[in-house]
T-cell receptor, first 113, second 114 residues
């Protein structure tokens, strides 16, 4: 069974607008962490934001926020005021119990000027 | 350097050959991970080290793949009798053990098996 599901293979957003990238996860472990990474065309993986399963508030990091809905097992990434440099592949990932991160298939985001 | 360093950045080899990929993690990071990423897909977990020992090697696809970290720092991923299907970008990452333990990735080693 897929642990991390990203249903949007590709997304377009107009520059300066907000965009939401979807992520749902599957776990029976009460303790887990959710991560979002950005991978530009250059290939490096850049950590964006983290949400712990026991965190009461949604995580925010600058223009990035995580819409964490625990009952729905979703952890959507919201990027506000999109910039051309936000064009990249975005991966949702989860760590449960142990230490490895399991990644989703990713969503390609294209920001239009 | 301050980040995770991987060598070589590119490796082209022939089917059946032996390949070694090296990873030098961030100083002080006890945890080290190897992932494989095929074009257009997410990183696929291979193996995780905590210190010198492999804490989880459940992602290694078969016995042609092996990884070591003898002194708890640099790690080498070894692939024997390479096959064309092994062609991918091999990513190494390291992390601390405490806190959110986000992974810091290297730039990857692109392996092409002809």
């Amino acid at each position: 069974a897929q642990k991390i599901t990203q249903t949007q293979p590709g997304m377009f957003v107009q520059e300066k607008e907000a965009v939401t990238l979807d992520c749902t996860y599957d776990t029976s472990d009460p303790s887990y962490g959710l991560f979002w990474y950005k991978q530009p065309s250059s290939g490096e993986m850049i950590f964006l934001i983290y949400q712990g399963s026991y965190d009461q508030q949604n995580a925010t990091e600058g223009r990035y926020s995580l819409n964490f809905q625990k009952a729905r097992k979703s952890a959507n990434l919201v990027i506000s005021a999109s910039q051309l440099g936000d064009s990249a592949m975005y991966f949702c990932a989860m760590r449960e119990g142990g230490n490895k991160l399991v990644f989703g298939a990713g969503t390609i985001l294209r920001v239009k000027s | 350097g301050a980040g995770v360093s991987q060598t070589p950045s590119n490796k082209v080899t022939e089917k059946g050959k032996y390949v070694e990929l090296r990873c030098d993690p961030i100083s002080g990071h006890t945890a080290l991970y190897w992932y494989r990423q095929s074009l257009g897909q997410g990183p696929e977990f291979l193996i995780y080290f905590q210190g010198t020992g492999a804490a989880d090697d459940s992602g290694l696809p078969n016995d042609r793949f092996f990884a070591v970290r003898p002194e708890g720092s640099v790690s080498t991923l070894k692939i024997q009798r390479t096959e064309r299907g092994d062609s991918a970008v091999y990513l190494c990452a390291s992390s601390l053990i405490g806190g959110k333990r986000e992974l810091f990735f290297g730039e990857g080693s692109r392996l092409t098996v002809l």
